[in-house]
């Protein structure tokens, strides 16, 4: 398997926003880190299409 080439980022979430992220992660069999990272793409997505208006 190839490695993942990804860049290492810390960062301090409030309680309740880990948590959050931490059962969506379990719903969809994924780490929380995994988690991250789709939520992260889905709202650049969405960011993308609110400002090509």
Same mark, same amino acid.
């Given at each position: ?5 990804? /860049? ?5 979430f409030?309680? =309740?926003?880990?948590?959050?992220? &931490?059962?969506? &992660? ?10 991250i ?5 889905? &709202?650049?997505? &969405?960011? =993308?299409?609110?400002?090509? /208006?």
């Amino acid at each position: 398997m190839p490695k993942y080439k990804g /860049k290492r980022v810390n960062v301090t979430f409030p309680v =309740e926003v880990y948590e959050r992220v &931490a059962g969506l &992660a379990s719903d969809e069999t994924r780490t929380v880190s995994q988690m991250i990272v789709v939520l992260c793409q889905e &709202a650049m997505v &969405a960011r =993308e299409k609110k400002y090509e /208006k």
